[in-house]
Nanobody, 125 residues
Framework: EVQLQASGGGLVQAGGSLRLSCAAS????????IGWFRQAPGKEREGVAC????????FYFDSVKGRFTISSDNAKNTVYLQIDSLKPEDTALYYC??????????????????WGKGTLVTVSS
């Protein structure tokens, strides 16, 4: 059974940092891409970043480039999202998701197969 467990969210002041974790199990980690997505109140879900753990190939969605860093620890089957210089507009439910790597980031146009429950990030001004 595929499981994706996101953690690390919380309440933080603007300008602070957080590191989110996504612990994955139930599939061959290095054959998949793992991504972070977020949904703010009243808004549609948007992509943040994805990684292919086998070769640390990363993809960042245009709307969030610059303050977000995705990384993976293959020994722990865990993907991290470092968020720096947090802004109130970063407040959202952050989800991790997984899909089999299909050798092109254009696969993101078709969504992700597996989703975990989110972790809430709240940024106060």
């Amino acid at each position: 059974e595929v499981q994706l467990q996101a953690s690390g969210g919380g309440l933080v002041q603007a300008g602070g940092s957080l590191r989110l974790s996504c612990a994955a199990s139930g599939f061959t980690f290095e054959n998949y891409i793992i991504g972070w997505f977020r949904q703010a109140p009243g808004k549609e879900r948007e992509g943040v970043a994805c990684i292919h753990p086998r070769d640390d190939n990363t993809f960042y969605f245009d709307s969030v480039k610059g303050r977000f860093t995705i990384s993976s620890d293959n020994a722990k089957n865990t993907v991290y999202l470092q968020i720096d210089s947090l802004k109130p507009e970063d407040t959202a439910l952050y989800y991790c998701a997984a899909d089999l790597w299909r050798f092109t980031w254009s696969q993101l146009n078709y969504g992700m197969e597996y989703w975990g429950k989110g972790t809430l990030v709240t940024v106060s001004s």
